[in-house]
């Protein structure tokens, strides 16, 4: 493994990148975890064993697993409906062992089939859904839950109008914090001296200066003072054996309950889905343009997800705000994803009470530039350049993750994409040419390569539009396959029409197998060929 390959080869980057995904995977953690309906503590050894054991499996250089709001719906449901957290434990460890399989058998290439619009429309939505949710929490609005992507919040309000609600809500103190933090933040990078300190993120400068500026407000008591409803809240345990009940085991005796089975099974879908469609983006992220083994990425999350229903810990997957950060903050491999693992670890049993400290405005300004360097309106017009095929399914992806989910954005997005493919390949199925001579139309109709069931409706228009008395030549000599359907419309129209409208028909190039008959001298010789 050389240098540049090797996770220990760019510390300098990826140590203060995994620094910054930390400090954004926190309170992800927590806020899904909440959401979940499961232990807060739980979503924090999700996300440890996301960034050590995955990160470490995984061959991707910047994708970052952990919990994912993707699936707080399913958990939410499926530990209620199970009546005990030990058993979904198991359906999450049946989950794993269901992607373990998935990566074995290959199911991890159909994300070659994901169009690139369609990923980066993606991205684009996931960008303004940042955006938008993180406002309130800049404006000290803590009302939904920190990590939720969902359009419909448990609230009540959806993410527009929960900005409405937010104006009459605003926090000043919190305020002030995030737009100093938003400034170090841009700023920090446009100083010479600032920039070259690569050990030290711009991230880790903000949170330090909002939690000395809130302690300022605190010890003035002033109103400005964010207090603990708009801070960190990570559970404090108050001794060891506190701290070891908040690990969990999966109840094996429930491995025959058809109900585990079902949401184990739904559980390794979405994950794997997503997990996918993720390390697609990741990929297409990575400054170097590495690609990422999607098998192994499966096995490694089958892994990841058994190590962490093993430890009383959520279902995880690859998640697209983390590994965004991992990638912005200049992140050159893995190691990113490891480190922030570790320090989630260290720091939650080392430093809860200074990490509650954190105002959520301030990690709201990091995620705020985020969400803009995803949605930047740059990537939306290179696509509107590209032409309505491209630009079409990135915008309906775009906006079906803004207002549903990332699922079905990324669904919607698909089936615009082969809705085009299907058209594009109906109208490329052949060449149409007319010539004019003295004694009437010769028209040609040259095959492309490849002819589907698909083009056969373009290509009974033309043969039903072509006039009386006129001459067809339909060259196959290119044409490696023509469905059976585009056959048989061929040979009707030879056999019967063209003789009823006294048109003269000439085929070239058809192989032998295709049973019908290559005419004239120049033909013969195409077919020879063909048969070669």
């Known amino acids: 493994m050389t240098k540049k390959n090797s996770i220990f080869g760019s510390l300098n980057s990826d140590l203060p990148a995994g620094l910054v995904v930390f400090l954004v995977a926190l309170p992800l953690c927590l806020g899904i975890a909440l959401a979940s309906g499961a232990p807060l503590f739980a979503g924090v050894i999700s996300g440890v064993v996301g960034g050590i054991v995955v990160g470490a499996l995984s061959n991707s250089p910047l994708s970052v697993s952990g919990p994912a709001a993707g699936l ?36 991890g290439t159909i994300s070659n089939y994901f169009p690139n619009n369609v990923i980066e429309g993606m991205l684009a939505g996931i960008g303004v859904i940042i955006f938008t949710k993180q406002l309130p929490h800049a404006f000290g ?20 109008s ?8 605003i926090h000043l103190g919190a305020t002030i914090i995030a737009v100093v933090s938003i400034m170090i933040l841009i700023g920090w990078n446009k100083v010479p001296y600032l920039k070259n300190l690569k050990l030290v993120p711009a991230a880790l400068v903000a949170v330090v200066f909002g939690i000395l500026l809130n302690q300022l407000f605190v010890a003035s008591g002033t109103s400005l003072a964010v207090l603990d409803a708009h801070l960190v809240k990570l559970p404090v345990p108050n001794s060891f054996s506190e701290f070891k009940e908040s690990f969990a085991l999966p ?113 709201a300004a990091v995620l705020l530039l985020v969400g803009y360097k995803l949605a930047n309106p740059k990537v939306i017009k290179h696509f509107y350049e590209r032409g309505k095929y491209q630009f079409i399914p990135f915008i309906a992806t775009m906006l079906g993750v ?71 030549i339909i060259n196959a000599a290119d044409t490696v396959y023509i469905a059976h359907d585009v056959l048989d419309l061929i040979k009707e129209f030879k056999k019967i029409r063209a003789k009823e409208g006294n048109i003269k028909v000439k085929l070239i190039g058809f192989k032998e197998a295709y049973e019908l008959e290559n005419t004239g001298e120049e033909e013969k010789h195409v077919f020879v060929e063909h048969k070669n």
């Open 402 to 472: 803004v207002f549903t989910d990332l699922l079905k954005g990324v669904a919607l997005g698909l089936v615009i994409s082969v809705i085009f493919i299907l058209k594009g390949n109906m109208q490329r199925a052949y060449h149409f040419r007319k010539e004019q001579i003295q004694d009437g139309d010769v028209i040609h109709i040259d095959l492309a390569q490849e002819v589907s069931f698909l083009n056969k409706a373009a290509i009974k228009q033309t043969l039903s539009n072509i006039p009386e008395n006129s001459k067809v």
């Open 72 to 107: 707080t719906a399913i958990v939410l449901t499926a530990i209620t409906d199970l009546g005990a957290y030990n058993a979904f434990l198991l359906a999450v460890f049946i989950a794993g062992l269901l992607q373990l399989v998935l990566g074995f058998v290959k199911a």
């Open 141 to 160: 609005y803590d009302k939904d839950y920190e990590g939720d992507l969902a359009f419909l919040q448990p609230d009540g309000e959806n993410t527009f």
């Open 251 to 363: 109840d094996f005796t429930q491995f025959t309950n058809q109900k585990v089975w079902m949401v184990g099974i739904t559980i390794a879908i979405v994950a794997s889905i997503e997990t996918l469609l993720c390390i697609e983006a990741a990929d297409r992220m990575d400054k170097h343009k590495r690609y990422t083994d999607t098998n192994r990425e499966l096995k490694a999350q089958g892994v990841g997800n058994m190590v962490s229903a093993l430890l009383g810990g959520l279902p995880m997957t690859s998640v697209v705000v983390r590994t965004s950060a991992n990638a912005n903050a200049g992140a050159e491999s893995k190691m990113g994803a490891i480190f922030h693992g570790v320090l989630l670890i260290v720091c939650a049993i080392a430093i809860p009470s200074v990490l509650n400290m954190i105002p959520l405005a301030t990690l």
């Open 162 to 169: 929960e900005l409405f609600s937010m104006i009459g809500n």
